[in-house]
T-cell receptor, first 116, second 117 residues
Framework: KQEVTQIPAALSVPEGENLVLNCSFTDSAIYNLQWFRQDPGKGLTSLLLIQSSQREQTSGRLNASLDKSSGRSTLYIAASQPGDSATYLCAVRNYIKGGGADGLTFGKGTHLIIQP | DTGVSQDPRHKITKRGQNVTFRCDPISEHNRLYWYRQTLGQGPEFLTYFQNEAQLEKSRLLSDRFSAERPKGSFSTLEIQRTEQGDSAMYLC???????????????FGPGTRLTVL
């Protein structure tokens, strides 16, 4: 059974710092990995999607990397801003041998606070 | 707004009552997913549809839960005889599967928060 772990569980840093959020998964047979942002009491906003054949994806100040063989992904946030404060969730879409698809398996998230 | 929408946004009910939630996916998306999220946890997959066919159901989806997508557009999730443990945020997502290999990115709605008293 796929398990996704995110470290750290919480992080508080001053504005302007660069930071890295970590995600690890136990089964490397994945289609893709997706990073989301969730604001309190709200739904999820997709940030980046990395296909299993890719190594990284970039969007603005965000860069996500994927090392499928070691079961790891990182989300790099450059020049953090108070508006980046949210919970960041990592999720993998599992590959099922012989076809078929699966829902996403999520980590518990990293609760990020950027201090003004 | 062309994103995923869910209705209602909040539902408070008494234990033992039935509740139904609705999800409208992004219009061209053929896949629709339901997830449940409890406080401090990541979302957990419940079930998904490709068009009107329900292709996968998690073991979390007990007999009291049923989901439908009759015309391949909107979907409903019904919980019968609600229990306090059903209190959670119920999230819907949609994606587009094109071709034999699916690289689909899932887009989420705002969720329905259920409180069972």
């Amino acid at each position: 059974k796929q398990e996704v772990t995110q470290i750290p569980a919480a992080l508080s840093v001053p504005e302007g710092e660069n930071l890295v959020l970590n995600c690890s998964f136990t089964d490397s047979a994945i289609y893709n990995l997706q990073w989301f942002r969730q604001d309190p009491g709200k739904g999820l906003t997709s940030l980046l999607l990395i296909q299993s054949s890719q190594r990284e994806q970039t969007s603005g100040r965000l860069n996500a990397s994927l090392d499928k063989s070691s079961g790891r992904s990182t989300l790099y946030i450059a020049a953090s801003q108070p508006g980046d404060s949210a919970t960041y969730l990592c999720a993998v879409r599992n590959y099922i041998k012989g076809g078929g698809a699966d829902g996403l398996t999520f980590g518990k998230g990293t609760h990020l606070i950027i201090q003004p | 707004d062309t994103g995923v929408s869910q209705d209602p946004r909040h539902k408070i009910t008494k234990r033992g009552q039935n509740v139904t939630f609705r999800c409208d996916p992004i219009s061209e998306h053929n896949r629709l997913y339901w997830y449940r999220q409890t406080l401090g946890q990541g979302p957990e997959f419940l079930t998904y549809f490709q068009n009107e066919a329900q292709l996968e159901k998690s073991r979390l989806l007990s007999d009291r839960f049923s989901a439908e997508r009759p015309k391949g557009s909107f979907s409903t999730l019904e919980i019968q005889r609600t229990e306090q443990g059903d209190s959670a945020m119920y999230l819907c997502a949609s994606s587009l599967k094109a071709g034999p290999i699916s690289y689909n990115e899932q887009f989420f709605g705002p969720g329905t928060r259920l409180t069972v008293l």
